[in-house]
Nanobody, 125 residues
Framework: QVQLVESGGGLVQAGGSLTLSCAVS????????MGWFRQVPGKEREFVAA????????YYGDSVKGRFTISRDYAKNTVYLQMNSLKAEDTAIYYC??????????????????WGQGTQVTVSS
């Protein structure tokens, strides 16, 4: 079993930065893909970024490319989402996701088996 716990959300002004963390516990393997998604009320959960636990290749949604960076720390069993140049439309609940079998860069919520509880990010304009 895998547990994911997000942290780091909060209120930030437009143009500012925020870093989200996803602490991973339970079993992890090099084949795991870690993802970040976000959701606003009334809309579908949107792919933000993904990275393979063992790899360096990163994948990003079009709306965050060039502004957000996903990374992972082996020693801390943690995945990060560094968010820069934040916009009001980045306001959402951000979720960490993981799956041992999904292909790297998977963007569909149904491809991930494990999810965190989410952390709220609010960007004021």
């Amino acid at each position: 079993q895998v547990q994911l716990v997000e942290s780091g959300g909060g209120l930030v002004q437009a143009g500012g930065s925020l870093t989200l963390s996803c602490a991973v516990s339970g079993r992890t393997f090099s084949s795991f893909v870690m993802g970040w998604f976000r959701q606003v009320p009334g809309k579908e959960r949107e792919f933000v970024a993904a990275i393979k636990w063992s790899g360096a290749i990163r994948y990003y949604g079009d709306s965050v490319k060039g502004r957000f960076t996903i990374s992972r720390d082996y020693a801390k069993n943690t995945v990060y989402l560094q968010m820069n140049s934040l916009k009001a439309e980045d306001t959402a609940i951000y979720y960490c996701a993981a799956d041992p079998n999904v292909r790297a860069g998977a963007r569909n919520v149904h491809e991930y088996d494990y999810w965190g509880q989410g952390t709220q990010v609010t960007v004021s304009s």
